[in-house]
C-alpha cells in the first residue's frame, strides 16, 4: 500500500513558477514510477509527466521546457516544477504512483490556478 501526500498548490500570476511536492508513505519508494497528472476545469484527467525509477523523465507537449519531475529517493518524494505558467495549467495536480505490479496510488490533489 502506497500512500501520497502532495503539497504546494496554489495561486499564482501567469509566468510565474510554482512548486508541488508529493511525499510517499512506503516501505520501498525507489521501485516505483512516479507522475504527475492535471485535471483541468471541465477537463478528463491527463497527464503531465512522469520519472521512472530509474529516473527516465518524459513530459507531454504541453508542458515540455517549462515543468521538471524530479524525485529524492532517500526523502521518498516526487517534486514537479513549474515555470512561465500559464492559465490553462489551472486544474488539480495530482500525485500518482506505479509499483512493479502495475497497481496504481493517488494523491488527493493540490489546486493549481494561474491568473492572466
Known amino acids: 500500500q502506497v500512500q501520497l501526500v502532495e503539497s504546494g498548490g496554489g495561486l499564482v500570476q501567469a509566468g510565474g513558477s510554482l512548486r508541488l511536492s508529493c511525499t510517499a508513505s512506503?516501505?520501498?519508494?525507489?521501485?516505483?514510477?512516479m507522475a504527475w497528472h492535471r485535471q483541468g476545469p471541465g477537463n478528463q484527467r491527463e497527464l503531465v509527466g512522469r520519472i521512472t525509477n530509474g529516473g527516465v523523465r518524459n513530459y507531454s507537449d504541453y508542458v515540455k521546457g517549462r515543468f521538471t519531475i524530479s524525485r529524492d529517493d532517500r526523502k521518498k518524494q516526487v517534486y514537479l516544477q513549474m515555470n512561465s505558467l500559464k492559465p490553462e495549467d489551472t486544474g488539480v495536480y495530482y500525485c500518482?504512483?506505479?509499483?512493479?505490479?502495475?497497481?496504481?496510488?493517488w494523491g488527493q490533489g493540490p489546486q493549481v490556478t494561474v491568473s492572466s
Open positions: 500518482q504512483a506505479s509499483d512493479l505490479f502495475g497497481r496504481s496510488y
Open positions: 512506503v516501505r520501498v519508494f525507489g521501485i516505483l514510477t
